[in-house]
C-alpha cells in the first residue's frame, strides 16, 4: 500500500542551479528518424525534444544545464549554443566512445559541482500538473536522507510505455525495485531525478547504467521517489510521436 504526499501550490525548496541533460544516446528506436539527426533534435508538438526539457528547466529556475553529446554531436551543440533559453550550457563530450548513463555522469562528474543536480533525460516529454515538477521534486530534497529523489508516474499515465512499471514505493518514499521479472510495479521512472554527486563514486571502467549508483542509493535507504502529478510521454520511437501529439492536443 503506498500513499501520496500532499502536494503544496506552491512548493518549497532550493532548486538545483545545475542540470544535467542526457542527450548522447544514438536513437537506435527512433529509425528512420535519426538517420540525419540527433534523437534530442526530433520535433514533437512543434519543438525539438530537447526544446521541451530546456523550457522546464528555464521556468523552474535551473541556470546552467551540463549536456553530453555523441551521435551527431556537432547539430546538436550548434543548436544549444552557449547559452538556450537562458540557461548557460555546457557540452560535456563523449564523441569518442558513449557512456551510457552512469558512464555519463562520471564524465562530466567535474562539470556538476558538489550540490544536488537535477537530471533530465532528453527523450521523454513532460507536462506540469498543479505544480511545477522540478519545483515539486525539489520540495521533496532532504540532504540528510538522500543521494536520489526520482520522479515517477503510475503506470495508468505512463504513456507510451510498455515495460511492466520500474519501483514500489513505500509510503515514507523510499523505493524498491521491481521484485521479479513476471511482476509488474506501480510506477514508471520518468527520466527526471535529483541526484548529489557523492553517489557518482567507485565506479567501474567504461560505459555503464545509472542503475548501478540507484542500487547503491536502495541498498542504504537513501533513494527516494515522488509521483508526477502531471502528463508524462516515453517518446522512443516514430510511433509515439503520433500518439503523444494526438493526447496533447486533445488536452
Same mark, same amino acid.
Not at 500500500?1 to 501520496?4: D, E, L, P, Y
Given at each position: 500500500?503506498? #500513499?501520496?504526499l500532499a502536494i503544496r501550490p506552491d512548493p518549497g525548496g %532550493? $532548486?538545483?542551479k545545475t542540470a544535467m541533460v542526457m542527450a =548522447? @544516446? *544514438?536513437g537506435k528506436r527512433m529509425r528512420p528518424l535519426t538517420a540525419t539527426r540527433p534523437k534530442p533534435m526530433i520535433? %514533437? =508538438?512543434g519543438k525539438p525534444l530537447i526544446d521541451h526539457v530546456f523550457d522546464r528547466l528555464h521556468a523552474a529556475g535551473v541556470e546552467r =544545464? %551540463? $549536456?553530453n553529446v555523441h551521435y551527431l554531436a556537432d547539430s546538436l551543440v550548434a543548436h544549444l549554443g552557449a547559452k538556450f533559453d537562458g540557461v548557460d550550457v555546457v557540452v560535456s563530450d563523449e564523441r569518442k566512445r558513449l557512456m551510457e548513463t552512469g558512464g555519463g555522469l562520471v564524465q562530466a562528474r567535474d562539470l556538476l559541482g558538489d550540490e544536488p543536480v537535477l537530471v533530465a533525460n532528453s527523450d521523454n516529454l513532460w507536462i506540469d500538473g498543479p505544480v511545477d515538477a522540478i519545483k *515539486?521534486? /525539489?520540495s521533496r530534497w532532504n540532504d540528510d536522507q538522500m543521494d536520489a529523489l526520482l520522479l515517477m508516474v503510475p503506470l495508468a499515465r505512463a504513456h507510451n510505455y510498455r515495460g511492466q512499471g520500474d519501483f514500489h514505493l513505500a509510503a515514507d518514499g523510499r523505493i524498491t525495485r521491481r521484485r521479479r521479472s513476471a511482476t509488474v510495479a506501480p510506477f514508471a521512472y520518468t527520466g527526471v531525478q535529483i541526484l548529489h554527486p557523492r553517489l557518482i563514486a567507485n565506479w567501474p571502467e567504461g560505459p555503464f547504467s545509472t542503475n548501478l549508483f540507484w542500487d547503491r542509493a536502495i541498498e /542504504? @535507504? #537513501?533513494a527516494f521517489g515522488q509521483v508526477h502529478q502531471g502528463l508524462w510521454f516515453d517518446v522512443g520511437t516514430p510511433g509515439a510521436i503520433a500518439r503523444t501529439e494526438a493526447l496533447l492536443l486533445d488536452g
Open positions: 500500500m503506498t #500513499r501520496q %532550493v $532548486v538545483p =548522447a @544516446g *544514438l520535433e %514533437v =508538438a =544545464a %551540463v $549536456v *515539486l521534486l /525539489s /542504504s @535507504g #537513501r
